[in-house]
């Protein structure tokens, strides 16, 4: 006789699991919807963990867009630097600019960071593996609502005026989340297994950032330019900032193009993400 407590019995069968799509696909949304709560479990431990075992604490949100904004605002008075015509004030569209970059970055980052540390409990325990990019991701909007506060007192005193289509900035923004996240599904794994892909990264995104329209207003001349306009995370970034401000958009078509092979590529590294994640636990554990 079986509890009604008792988990359901998995069997495991060498056939690939591709032969069943709609199969996979069903199994794949009972397993999102499953680790909702180990999802929320995990992040509230690790936003907790975040800030209290930083000195500075919550601070670290701030920083990074106050200091970037400070360096570039003084070299950009000095003529260092040709940044370009802005939309708003200079200070306040590179804070804006970097605190949308941090969430990209943060989003890419955070599927490999996961994976990786949760290294020893993969190969334990039997769980959902959306749980641990679920709990990443609701990591990555709390960031973005502190930084959100900055953002608020930043255009208040430089009195940015913003159009009604901020309202519809959030859309844009989980498209640049879901960028990011759809690039770390598809690393997690090798992650897991080599450890250069976390310090490539680093260097990576910091060459990444200077092709992406933070500091700078978006180039329409020149090989830089075109290298600018062809970087996938310029046409969200941008039109994130947009509607958040101006309310016209520059790229629609970049954008939509972008957000299509966004989604379409998170699903397909999704499943590709599950398939992979047996013999990578396998590997890691023998």
């Keep these: 006789m079986h509890s009604k407590h008792q988990l359901p019995e998995v069997i495991h069968t060498p056939e690939s699991s591709l032969k069943h799509p709609l199969r996979l696909l069903q199994q794949m949304w009972r397993d999102l919807l499953a680790s909702r709560e180990l999802a929320w479990r995990l992040m509230v431990r690790d936003i907790s963990a975040q800030y209290r075992q930083s000195f500075l604490g919550i601070a670290w949100a701030f920083l990074p867009p106050i200091v970037m904004a400070a360096s570039f605002t003084l070299a950009k008075g000095a003529q260092v630097i040709n940044v370009g015509v802005t939309d ?9 600019s970097t605190a949308l970059w941090q ?25 959902p593996r959306e749980a641990l990019i679920l709990a990443k991701l609701g990591e990555v909007f709390f960031n973005f609502g502190i930084k959100t506060i900055l953002i608020v007192a930043l255009f208040i005193f430089f009195r940015v005026s913003v159009s009604w289509t901020v309202i519809i900035a959030p859309v844009a923004l989980i498209h640049l989340v879901l960028l990011g996240t759809f ?15 976390s ?16 500091v700078y207003a978006v180039p329409n001349e020149g090989t830089f330019g075109y290298l600018v306009k062809l970087n996938p995370v310029t046409p ?10 101006t309310g016209v958009v520059s790229e629609p078509i970049g954008f939509w193009v972008v957000s299509a092979i966004t989604i379409i590529g998170l699903l397909l590294t999704w499943i590709a993400f599950r398939l992979a994640m047996p013999f990578v636990v396998e590997r890691v554990s023998s």
């Design 183 to 197: 690039i770390g599904i598809l690393l997690a794994p090798f992650g897991v297994l080599y450890q250069d892909v």
């Design 103 to 127: 969430t990209f970055v943060e989003a890419l980052n955070g599927p490999v960071q996961a994976v990786t540390v949760a290294k020893p409990m993969l190969a334990r325990v039997n769980f």
């Design 236 to 245: 969200l970034l941008v039109t994130t900032r947009e509607l958040a401000t």
């Design 88 to 96: 708003i004030p200079y200070p306040a569209y590179v804070m804006f």
């Design 199 to 214: 310090k490539g990264l680093s260097l990576i995104t910091g060459f990444w950032l200077f092709l992406t329209p933070v």
